[in-house]
C-alpha cells in the first residue's frame, strides 16, 4: 500500500478499490459515485449534521459524482414545512450545493406500499393486531429469543386485505400495523420481526390526507437509496445493527425477480458520529429545551443547531475546517467544544474588522484638553482596521475632552500588577494619547461616575513620548480602549455563553436540565460604540451570508443580530479572544 493511499481516510479507500473493480458500472468511471444527506424534517440541523454533509458533499464532489438531498419525511405527526425550508437553508449556508431537485421519502410513497404488498404476497410480511406493548414484549432480550406474535402465520389474504384497509383509513391508529417476518431468533434484535407500516390518521405536510399508513424509518430507509441510485449510502455508527435489516429488505423485494428486474443494492458504510463536549446531540433535549423555553427558540445563539452557530456569528468556513480537524474513522470519541471556537477565532483573527465598544461605560474626563487649543476641539485618530489584513487600510475616528472607558479598566485602590488606570497611574489609549489619572467622582452609592486624568500631547496616536533630557524613554505597561463620548451610538450587546456547564451535560444526575449554565446569556444596555458600525465601510469583508462581523477590541468576537434596526442595533458575542473556560478546568 503506497504512503498517498495510506493517507486516505478508510471510505475514500473503499471508494477507490470499488471504482477500480467496476462495481457500479466500468471500471475506472469515478462519475458513478452518488451520495446523499437524509434529514428528518422533524427539528434543525445541528453541527452534528455538517460533519455528515460535509463528509457526503465532499465525496460526491471529488469523484465528480451526484450528491442528493433527499428528506425522510415519514412520520407526520412531528415533521413541518418550517424544518424542511430551515434545513435547506443551512445545507446552503455551508456552501453545499446538492444536484437536481430537492427530493422527499414521500415521492416514493406509491413504490413502497406495492413492494410491500409483494413482500406479504411472498410470505415474508404480515399484518399484527398486537398491542406496541406487546410486540415490544414479544420482542424479548438480546440473550433471549423472542416469541413469534399470534398473527405471524396469518393467511396471506388476510394481511393483504387489512393492510389495504390501513392504508384506505379504515383502521384506527394503533390498531395494525405490517411487520417484516425474519427471525425472532436473531441476535440482533433489528431483525425480529421489524414493523414497517404504522397507522397514523394524519395529514402530511406534503401529501396531506391521500396516505392514512407511514412507513417506518428501517423500511424506507434503504428502499429510497435504491430508487435514487445511491451508490454509497453513508451513515453513522449507530445505523451499523440497522445495516443487516435494510440488506434484507432489498433482498427480499430481489427474491424471485430475474436479473434485469432487480432493484439497486447500495453500499451502506458507518463513521463515528460527532461527539462534543459541554454540547447535547439528542435532538429530543433539543426540542425540549425550545417547548419549555429554556431557549429562545431553535436559533438561540446558544442551541447547538446550524441556524444558532450562524445567528452567533460562526462562519462556514471555521465549521467545515472543524469538522475536517476532526477527521473520518470507525472510532466514537469526544471532541473538545475549544476546539471549535479555535476554528471559529483563526478564521475571524483573519477576517474580522477591529472596532472599539464600551460595554460598561464609565466617563474619562482629560482635564488639561483645553492647554492643546480648543477645549471643545476634536482630533480625529488613525485606527487598524485589522492587523492581520493590510489591504484592509485604516479609518479616522474622534478623540476629544470627553470618552468612554470600561468600569473595569479604572479601580481606585489598584492592586500592584492591575497595569490599567487608578489614582496616579498612566495608561496608553489606543490609537489615542497616554492619559494619567488624578482624581475621580461617585455617586451616592459609592460607583464610579468619572475618572478625570491629563494627557500628554506628545503621545498622540499612543506613541511612546520622546525621550527626557538624559535619553530616559516614558513607558507604560497598560492600553485600554475608549469611545469619544459625543460622537457614539448606543447598543444592546448579548454575552453568549456555553449552554451548559458541565463537560457531559446530564451525566450525573441523568437530567441535562441540572447542567444548565444560569450564566448563558447576560443582555447589556446602553453600550458605547463607534459610530462606524451604523453603516458598512469599505474594509468590511463581503460574508457570503450578510452577517457583519467584527472583533471587539480586548473583547470578544461580535456580529450584528437579526432584531437589529438603523436605530437600535443589537450585537450577539460570536466568542472571547480566548478559551475562558480553558483556565477554569
Known sequence: MTEAVQQRHFIQQIIDADIESGKWGTPGDRSVITTRFPPEPNGYLHIGHAKAIHISHGLAREYGGTFILRFDDTNPAAEEVEFVDSIKHDIEWLGTHWDGEVRFASDYFGQMYDWAVELIEKGLAYVDESTPEQIR????KIETPGVDSPFRDRPISESLDLFAQMKDGKIENGKMVLRAKIDMASSNMNLRDPVMYRVVNAPHHRTGTQWSIYPMYDWAHGLEDSIEGVTNSLCSLEFEDHRPLYDWFIDAINQGRSDDEKIHHPQQTEFSRLAISYTNMSKRYMRQLVQENHVDGWDDPRMITLASFRRRGYTPKSIEDFVTGVGVTKFNAMMDIGRLE????????????????????????????????????????????????????????PFGKELWIEREDFMIDPPKKFFRL???????????????????????????????CTYDPDTRGGNNPPPDEEGKVRKVKGTIHWVYAHDCIDAEVRMFDRLYKAEKPGKATGNHLDDLNENSLEILKNCKLERSFLTKTPDEPDWADGIRRFQFERTGYFCIDQDSTQSDLVFNRTATLRDSWAKQR
Not at 391 to 396: P, Y
Open 342 to 397: 479555535g476554528a471559529l477565532r483563526d478564521d475571524l483573527n483573519k477576517r474580522a474588522p477591529r472596532r472599539m465598544a464600551v460595554l460598561d461605560p464609565i466617563k474619562l474626563v482629560i482635564t488639561n484638553w483645553a492647554d492643546g487649543g480648543d477645549d471643545d476641539r476634536v482630533e480625529m485618530m488613525d485606527a487598524i482596521n485589522n492587523p492581520e489584513d493590510d489591504s484592509a487600510g485604516t479609518r479616522a475616528i
Open 422 to 452: 487608578g489614582v496616579g497611574r498612566e495608561v496608553r489609549l489606543r490609537c489615542g494619547y497616554w492619559v494619567k489619572c488624578h482624581d475621580f467622582k461617585q455617586d451616592l452609592d459609592g460607583n464610579i461616575t468619572e475618572v478625570h
Open 137 to 140: 414484549e414479544m420482542r424479548g
